[in-house]
């Protein structure tokens, strides 16, 4: 009797632990460059240009920065933070698996980054272009 109650209880840790990780595995990782370019160009109401992403993430601001001041002017090399020095991995989703993988995370940076660069959130089609233009890297 103890062993089939045992057995049960196992079985059941088993399935809690199994339905956890399910859980969490929709939470990050529930994207794609693809889907993040197909949701900004449709809030832009425009198709993306990887030529003016390439363009805007290269451009200074008014405060001498640009997205190249910490991502480095080759986003599928590692970056350096232009005010602490830390390591960025490389922004390029083709060397780097993980960007572009998790929409909170890339709504996240965006918003961040694009304070700290143009004082302002960047607009839809911004976005789009950059996906557009980070993902055609090899």
């Known amino acids: 009797m103890t062993s089939s109650i045992s057995f049960l209880f196992v079985r059941r840790v088993?399935?809690?632990l199994g339905a956890l990780?399910?859980?969490?595995?929709s939470q990050a990782g529930?994207?794609?460059?693809?889907a993040l370019l197909?949701?900004?160009?449709?809030a832009a109401g425009q198709k993306a240009d990887r030529l003016r992403g390439q363009k805007f993430f290269n451009a200074t601001a008014a405060n001498d920065l640009?997205?190249?001041s910490c991502h480095g002017?080759?986003?599928?090399l590692a970056g350096k933070h232009a005010s602490t020095g830390k390591t960025i991995a490389p922004l390029a989703p083709m060397v780097n698996l993980e960007r572009f993988s998790d929409s909170a995370k890339v709504e996240k940076w965006f918003r961040r980054n694009c304070k700290d660069v143009l004082n302002r959130e960047c607009t839809?089609?911004?976005k789009a272009d950059v996906?557009?233009?980070?993902?055609?890297?090899?």
Do not use: H, N, R, W
């Open 21 to 25: 990780c399910f859980i969490g595995s």
């Open 38 to 42: 197909s949701q900004y160009q449709q």
């Open 66 to 68: 640009s997205c190249a």
């Open 14 to 16: 088993l399935l809690a």
């Open 30 to 34: 529930d994207t794609q460059p693809d």
């Open 124 to 126: 839809p089609l911004e």
């Open 73 to 76: 002017v080759s986003p599928v």
């Open 131 to 138: 996906v557009a233009y980070l993902k055609d890297l090899k």
